[in-house]
């Protein structure tokens, strides 16, 4: 029955959106003398299914949050990427965990992308020319995760004039500048601080602020060389008291990242080599009601990578070489004056390993209709006596049918040598990196893709079916009162365990002169199996939605306004239900049934945007944004537990279901100036 | 303007929702709670388990097992409990009458209904005698209470602090996080932290800690090791149980075999105070 009603709603939705597209297309019409053949410049840009781009200016059209056109954000409404519950914020790719994708910043690790439970990654629209989602990475330079990556790129070029931007929105200020310092060189600086306190999460108590700061500067001394060196750095302070729970959070995490890219053009190829660093540390103080518990963590990488591509005719290759020297340090949580333990043992553990990966690609153009991309990537990695090496071999092969038809088939082998283990069930930074060792196998994974694309005028559909193996994953299982209250050591409990996950996906698109968008839809289907929980019987993985849809709408009423929407419609997460509910010690208390055998509420959210003009003058710009996050406040429960309250008067008990969900509407507006 | 309108109007249409239950629920299941203090008679509750539905209300006589067979033995002697009105929630219980609870004995519960049987042992321990109680302000009238007490061969045993709001309490509660293992201890001073029980059927105050001026009385008993993973497993589900950034789903470990719930010997002596800061008892 509940199946039935979230298809009946999925299809009213489709229908919806449908039935109102020939409304507009008969505007369009009337318009047509003015937009004389203009197409909408498309947020997406794909290759396939494996392979999408997000371009930032045009994705500034769609809803914002908090007035922030985030580029994670959007990457969530395209298929393969799951929904996300309130407060978190990870990134769930094709059955993948958040860690098992590479998040890059010109070619830099990013180890937490996140601000405020997701609501913004760390990447300002301003400062980022696109983003590159890889799902199922044939290329060679993508390693050391499990999935893919998530590429960002900032500009790559030299501008000619000084352009400013000023953004003003309900929690945060932004300030861009772009100008060029010299004739061979042009700087590009975004900062974005927050300045309120967040008001939406009704919790006394809470505090929230970060900032972000990027700088890129651009020089191209001659026609064939060009240095790019980027900087990133943001910080954030979180202070979440659960008044329910009696849990106190002090939550400071940092990112600092910096690349120097030298690209040099030869006769029919390139050279590029990127020497970065990459930092990231977390200091978490937990307490519940007496005690107190303080944990950090710090990971510090130096990398050097090369990359030589040869392009001529039919003939293209690539081979190159990763370096990373990662050094971590891991503490275990310093109890603070719990009564119960004296000391708690307070050994950190350093660690210093090595990862250092050639590769190589190979395009093969068989014939003008065949072509077969075929990969290598050889990766040694060392932690004191433990050494590892592994062949990660790449394929893919893509065949046109037609002109506008083709299908790729690809496969490709991952290893991860640095993982994350999370306390936290959400994107919370109470988490902290590690390297392979005995008592943490590298992951590996084995990703298998077929990919169908059919391209028309105004249409495209996107068809991609996977089939995603995923070894020596982990999962840690602790609860917070034993953090708080036992002598234990923050590496304990973290089991080894395997996943599988296929699915389908399918994208169609569409661009009139005024309107566009597109229809994303996934199945997908996740089972986990770990020797120690759930008896060593699988189970349904902890972000798996079986169903995910969205439709998205851009269209431009006028010269000054556009609106645009978003309508997500997705299965509930898996959780664990109680299946016995008792009372004990005055207390209602449950008995737990299977493993995530049960599912959350189906997650509906339709996010609706206005972007209005108020000037467009040559040298000045202005606009205005309306936007409004879950339009139908529907609410999308994170948590569903029972209360019983007892009444004297008749000595009756009751009890009910509680759903806890920390927010549901939220409107914002923000005003942005361009001179 | 008329297909904006259009386009509202299906929103609206799309935003009606029917309720959506998620929660299957088996069949109920028998739970005891009982407990026998030094010097007095056992008191056991025997009730079943709630159906969860969107909201129910029940009659405390509906969910309490009134006709169950409850059998009491100190392995010398034996009794039948009976059924009787009590001043304690859920103010119907079991209690015996001649059986009392005596150090260096073993007690034996047994629980019959119908086709169900469920039984329990537990042990007396001797008296731990508490050394000292210091008060210490934490909040505008919080008082973080620290007990102290010493015991030389606390390497292998477990502790388990009670509390009694003199006034309005009616019986001794373990103290929230006050099971102690002593192998997690360092030396045989042993400081462990006084909070109010959790009682969020009778008790919705949210503040765990006390206020300056309360009358307490504490207790401080060695439990054994199954009663140890009984309340260690208990607080941890009822304190963290719908806690969306560190979930717990777990199981409390029951002490009973052929039922949930927990059958519990507590010995020690009552030391009591009066809450006020900076003040050592």
Known sequence: MRCIYALLKCYFCVLCFFFTLPLYAQVVNLDSVVVIGKRHPNVVELKSLNNITINTENSKQLPSILGNNDLIFISKLLPGTATNNNLDGGIYVRGGETSHNNIILNNATIYNPFHLFGFFSTFNTEHIESVTITKNAIEGKYGNRLIGAFDFSTPQSKCKDFHYNVKVGLIDGQFHVSGPISDQSSIYFSARKSYIPTVFINASGFKYNFDDYNLTVVNEPDSTNKLIWNVYTGSDNLVFPDVHSGLNLKLDWNNLVSSLIWQKKLKNSTLEQTLYYSGYMDKNELSQFQSLARCKFSINDIGYKIAYCYNKDNVNWQIGDDFISHHTEIHNPLLVDYLNVGIRDNSNLFQNTFENAIYGNYIWHINNSLRINSGLRYCFYQQGNFRSHNAEPRIGIEYKLNPSEKINLSYSHHYQYTMEISLSQISLPINYWTGANKNFLPQNSHLFSIDYIKKWDNFDLNVSTFYNIFNNIKEKELNILDLLSENIAITDGVYNGNRKCYGFELLFRYNYSKFSGWLSYTYSHSTDKFKNINNGFSFPSPHNRTHNLNVIGIYNLSKKTDISFNLVCATGLPYTAPTNIYMLNENVVYDFGKYNGSKLPIYERLDFSVNYKLSAKQHHSSYLNLSIFNMLNHRNPIAIGYKARYHEENKSLSVFKTYKDYYRIIPSISYTYNF | MKNILFFILLLVLYSCSVPIDEIKVSNSDIVVEGWIDKDSVAE??????????????????????????????????????????????????????????????????????????????????????????????????????????TDNNYANRYYLLLVKLIGSDYRFYPAIMGYVNGTQCISPIIRVGLLKSIRNVTNQNENFEFNEGDSLSIRLTEIDEKNYCFWKSFFTATINKSDPLFPTNINIESTMTGAMGVWSCYSGKEFNIKVKNGKTM
Request: net charge negative.
């Open chain 2, 44 to 149: 056991v509750i025997v009730s079943h388990s709630i159906l969860g539905t969107e909201r129910s209300e029940s009659s405390i006589d509906s969910i309490i097992i009134l006709d169950a067979d409850v059998l009491l033995s100190d392995g010398t002697q034996s009794e039948k409990l009976t059924c009787t009105k009590s001043d304690i929630y859920p103010y119907l219980l079991y209690k015996g009458e001649k059986i009392k609870g005596m150090s260096g004995k073993t007690y034996s519960l047994s629980v019959s209904k119908n086709d169900i049987k469920a039984s329990s042992n537990c042990y007396m321990y001797d008296d731990m005698l508490i050394d000292s109680v210091l008060c210490k302000n934490v909040g505008e009238s919080n008082q973080s209470i620290s007990v102290y007490f």
